[in-house]
């Protein structure tokens, strides 16, 4: 090892070797941390569209509803007690008389036990008081008893009767409420409702089944404070569950008062010809044409350039420097038009320039884009 320290040449070989061996790993660090820096990421921002065209049929307003019955009873005991059987279910058909359910009897017919008891005394009372004066008058016509002895049992005769006409009428009311232990339809129809199961203690008035009265049908809707309806006025009628399916129908009564909750008014819409396919409950849409007067497209403005007047949601509007604009969608990527605004229904906006059928207009995720940026449709948006 010594002659190799102190060999010139064996020196400068290992020193090359060192030099060599340094440049080496330098090289490889520099090639990695090249190699494995972080690349910038990407990001594509999502938005929500819709496409220009498809939304005119909806110029005028739509809501939810249900489908009801005209008619609907709120049936309920008109004595209180355990409900001991029931005699339907929700969904059957029942006929005017029909028993719904029966509470317990025990208590009722006990009390009516008690009043038949008292009808009885008091007509023995009665009968007693009765032959009394009768004996008593003849008696005094022939001059053997004065004559306040007479009346005397003659009101007493009076007394009895007042006591058995009271008697007989508690007797009437509690075989009234024997009968009301049991729940009666009062017509024919469905059974929509059942608030109340056997076993359970239930209070005289408490709502416990809803029968819908077999006939007229008609579509329930709750509107918005501003809405403008009239009684008569002409709706379309469509339904989720049947897409092929339509009415139509009208205006037959608006709430007088708004829901102290929702602060909606409860408009029934009556539908002379139901298809039979059209349940109750089912959902429906209840469309109604914009009236005279309503926000339309000014007569005096024609569309120019063959454009046309589309009805678009006010959140796509885009205001930047004293400019009305939307973003499009072409090519994936986020472009911004210019537009026209020709009036404001509700929370839409009708275009009289600037759009064509079939743009694609964004209506969510606008906030942060910059023109020609390339997005993406949100999962479930419209392609």
Known sequence: MQEI????????????????????????????????????????????????GQREQAAGKTYPGEVRGR??????????????????????????????????????????EAASAQLASAQASYQ?????????????????????????????????????????AQANVSSNQLGYTQLVSDTDGIVTALNAEIGQVVGAGTPIATV???GEREI????????????????????????AVEATGYVREIASMADPITRTYKVCVAVPNLPAAAKLGMTAKVNFEEQAGAATPDNNTSPKNNEAYFLIP??????????????????????????????????????????????????AGLAKLIPNQEVRLEEGGEE
């Open 5 to 52: 320290l102190h060999n010139p040449t064996q020196q400068k070989n290992m020193a090359i070797a060192a030099i060599i061996l340094a440049l080496g790993l330098g090289s490889y660090c520099l090639y990695s941390h090249i190699a494995h820096q972080p690349q910038a990421t990407k990001i594509v921002p999502i938005v929500r569209t819709i496409t220009v």
């Open 71 to 112: 008619y609907e009873s709120q049936l309920a005991f008109q004595v209180a007690g355990k409900i001991n059987a029931r005699m339907v279910n929700v969904g059957d058909k029942v006929k005017s008389g029909q028993v719904l359910l029966t509470l317990d009897p025990k208590d009722v017919t006990q009390n009516v």
């Open 128 to 168: 007693l008081a009765r032959d009394n004066a009768a004996r008593y008058s003849t008696l005094y016509a022939q001059g053997a008893v004065s004559e306040a002895i007479r009346d005397q049992y003659a009101t007493q005769l009076e007394a009895a009767t007042a006591v058995l006409r009271q008697a007989q």
């Open 212 to 214: 819908v009265r077999s």
């Open 220 to 243: 329930q809707i709750n509107v918005p404070e501003g809405a403008s309806l009239s009684v008569g006025q002409k709706a379309q009628i469509s339904f989720w569950a049947l897409p």
């Open 314 to 363: 006010a959140q796509a509007l885009y205001q930047v420097n004293g400019k009305t604009q939307v973003w499009l969608v072409r090519e994936h990527k986020a472009q911004l038009a210019e537009v026209k605004v020709n009036s404001y229904s509700g929370n839409d906006v009708l275009i009289e320039q600037g759009l064509s059928r079939g743009d694609r207009i964004i209506t």
